[in-house]
């Protein structure tokens, strides 16, 4: 019985993969009527399946390549250290032991403090340096690329937007003269649309996830079942 079952699941795998889907993206929409216990059940099987996707993936991609096989394989033992510690995370849930866990999460964010610092430097340090555009056009040099009249007055605009913004947030002193107070009003109306336009491309995605969504709904399970039937 168990074997036909198997077999019956082998056979008609892709249509049962298209009515789980259906199902399961039928339950997540059923929020947009009201609260319900459909979408509640199908909410927590998805964080379910993502905590275990979440854990098979921190030892595929990380621990197994990353400590199992230098410390059992290459024979590097002073990676065994590493396994002490990271239990030492656990012991958060100790009121005894509390501190060793503190001790070490102390630790962890001293080094990722570094590692964001790092990261902060490379990447805004590089951008600061890339604002230094030039305004005036010019022919190329060993050095350099040719500057156009149009890559001329785009960088030229961007220097504006660049000084108008960087006025908006200087508030150590009063904006009383005219044209610092108008720039930097200028600056607070780029800094708007540059928000305006980052929202519009998170609804898009939104829109994106939707369309696919629907799109299988009705091509894959309506469509695939009417054709199924004819």
């Given at each position: 019985?168990?074997?036909?079952?198997?077999?019956?699941?082998?056979?008609?795998?892709?249509?049962?993969?298209?009515?789980?889907?259906?199902?399961?993206?039928?339950?997540?929409?059923?929020?947009?009527?009201?609260?319900?216990?459909?979408?509640?059940?199908?909410?927590?099987?998805?964080?379910?399946?993502?905590?275990?996707?979440?854990?098979?993936?921190?030892?595929?991609?990380?621990?197994?390549?990353?400590?199992?096989?230098?410390?059992?394989?290459?024979?590097?033992?002073?990676?065994?250290?590493?396994?002490?510690?990271?239990?030492?995370?656990?012991?958060?849930?100790?009121?005894?032991?509390?501190?060793?866990?503190?001790?070490?999460?102390?630790?962890?964010?001293?080094?990722?403090?570094?590692?964001?610092?790092?990261?902060?430097?490379?990447?805004?340090?590089?951008?600061?340096?890339?604002?230094?555009?030039?305004?005036?056009?010019?022919?190329?040099?060993?050095?350099?690329?040719?500057?156009?009249?149009?890559?001329?007055?785009?960088?030229?605009?961007?220097?504006a937007i660049l000084v108008c913004v960087?006025?908006?947030?200087?508030?150590?002193?009063?904006?009383?003269?005219?044209?610092?107070?108008?720039?930097?009003?200028?600056?607070?109306?780029?800094?708007?649309?540059?928000?305006?336009?980052?929202?519009?491309?998170?609804?898009?995605?939104?829109?994106?996830?939707?369309?696919?969504?629907?799109?299988?709904?009705?091509?894959?399970?309506?469509?695939?079942?009417?054709?199924?039937?004819?």
């Amino acid at each position: 019985m168990f074997g036909n079952l198997i077999r019956t699941i082998a056979i008609h795998h892709q249509a049962i993969e298209v009515w789980i889907g259906a199902l399961c993206t039928i339950g997540i929409f059923s929020l947009l009527y009201q609260e319900n216990k459909i979408y509640r059940f199908f909410e927590h099987l998805y964080i379910g399946l993502a905590a275990g996707y979440a854990i098979r993936t921190t030892w595929v991609d990380a621990l197994y390549p990353l400590w199992w096989q230098p410390l059992f394989q290459g024979g590097q033992w002073w990676w065994f250290f590493a396994l002490p510690a990271g239990l030492m995370f656990y012991l958060i849930y100790s009121r005894k032991y509390v501190w060793m866990a503190r001790l070490i999460i102390g630790i962890f964010l001293g080094l990722s403090a570094g590692m964001q610092f790092q990261q902060f430097a490379g990447q805004y340090f590089k951008q600061i340096a890339a604002s230094f555009k030039p305004i005036v056009p010019q022919a190329a040099t060993a050095t350099t690329k040719a500057v156009t009249f149009s890559g001329a007055l785009n960088n030229l605009l961007f220097m504006a937007i660049l000084v108008c913004v960087i006025l908006y947030f200087l508030f150590s002193f009063e904006h009383d003269n005219r044209v610092v107070r108008r720039a930097a009003g200028a600056g607070r109306w780029m800094l708007m649309i540059s928000f305006g336009a980052i929202f519009g491309s998170t609804v898009m995605a939104r829109m994106a996830l939707l369309i696919d969504r629907t799109h299988f709904i009705i091509t894959r399970w309506i469509v695939g079942q009417i054709l199924h039937h004819l």
